[in-house]
């Protein structure tokens, strides 16, 4: 077998400014806005991301419109969406989250969870449970008006 040599990884680090969209191995981002990221790993800081696809993805005092990942950390920061296998949530605030395990930290306000696990001191909106009772409920409603119709 003939030795291959791993290459480097790709570490891109622009100090401010604003990109359409990025493809690297590591992003280290800091003051700015970029439209979409995808990487093995992203910490974005003072930043305004459009999607984030990562296997770690890191967020503080940012807003991200998307975050796709294995492992996501948002510190204060505002998420629109979040489908990761692990999340961790400090002072910030989410729309959703799906995610296996979700760890929160004190002043952390998630709209809707769906997550297997949800550890921590988090205000939720809306748990799995909360939103399959709400669906049964619409449906219900819905079907007797439909019903009352004919």
Do not use: C, Y
Not at 41 to 63: T, W
């Amino acid at each position: 077998m003939s030795d291959q040599s791993i290459p480097e990884p790709v570490i891109a680090t622009p100090a401010t400014g604003s990109l359409d969209a990025v493809t690297v191995d590591v992003l280290q981002f800091e003051r700015g806005a970029i439209g979409g990221v995808r990487a093995t790993d992203v910490a974005a800081r003072l930043a305004l991301v459009g999607g984030i696809a990562a296997n770690h993805a890191s967020v503080e005092m940012g807003a991200v419109s998307g975050i796709v990942a294995r492992e996501a950390t948002i510190q204060q920061g505002l998420v629109r969406g979040v489908l990761a296998q692990n999340v961790h949530v400090e002072q910030a605030l989410v729309r959703a989250v799906v995610a296996n395990t979700v760890q929160t930290g004190p002043t952390t306000g998630i709209l809707v969870a769906v997550a297997r696990r949800i550890d921590g001191e988090a205000k939720i909106l809306v748990d799995w449970r909360g939103a399959l009772a709400f669906g049964a409920a619409l449906g219900a409603f819905l079907a007797l008006i439909r019903l009352a119709r004919r």
